[in-house]
C-alpha cells in the first residue's frame, strides 16, 4: 500500500493554469498512479485535500501504519511548518512531488520546508513527476 496525498488546489488540475500544469485532470493523474500501482503491483491510494489538517492527519495515519507516501504539499511546501513536522515522523519512505519545476518559478517557490523531512524530491516532470516517485519507492521498498 501506498499514499499518493496531493495539497490545495490540485482537484482543479486541467482547468486551473493549463501552461504551467497541462491539461490532463486530476481524475486523470489519480488512475495513471493506480494504474503505476498496478504494474508495479503495489495498491495506490490516491487523495487530496484543500485542508491542512486533513493533510497532516493523513501523515499520521501513514506514519503509525508504517505506509510509504508520494506527496505534493502544493502551497503549503513553501511555508507549513506544521506539514513538516508530522513529515519528520514518518515510518517509511516519503517522496515530495511537483508538477511544474519551483526553482524555475516565483521566488516563495524556490523554499521548500518539507524538502530536509522527505526522502527525496522528484520536480518538474508533469505528471510523471508522480510515476517516478511511485517507481523510487517501489525499488526502496523491493530493497
Ligand atoms: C506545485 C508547485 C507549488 O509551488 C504550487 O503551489 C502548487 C503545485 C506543483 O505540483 O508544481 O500548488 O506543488
Request: proline letters at 4%; one cysteine or more.
Amino acid at each position: 500500500m501506498i499514499y499518493v496525498l496531493s495539497g490545495p488546489n490540485l482537484r482543479r488540475l486541467g482547468i486551473r493554469e493549463p501552461d504551467v500544469y497541462g491539461s490532463d485532470t486530476f481524475e486523470d493523474l489519480a488512475d495513471l498512479c493506480r494504474a503505476t500501482g498496478r504494474e508495479l503491483g503495489l495498491h495506490v491510494e490516491v487523495r487530496q485535500t484543500d485542508d491542512e489538517a486533513e493533510l497532516v492527519g493523513w501523515l499520521h495515519e501513514a506514519a503509525d501504519g508504517k505506509i510509504p507516501v508520494v506527496l505534493n504539499p502544493a502551497a503549503f511546501t513553501h511555508y507549513s511548518y506544521a506539514l513538516r513536522d508530522a513529515i519528520a515522523q514518518r515510518t517509511a519512505p516519503l517522496v515530495e512531488v511537483h508538477i511544474s519545476n519551483p526553482a524555475a518559478r516565483e521566488e516563495f517557490r524556490h523554499t521548500s520546508v518539507v524538502a530536509a523531512v522527505a526522502t527525496g524530491t522528484i520536480a518538474g516532470f508533469g505528471l510523471r513527476s508522480y510515476v517516478l516517485a511511485l517507481r523510487a519507492i517501489a525499488e526502496m521498498i523491493e530493497k
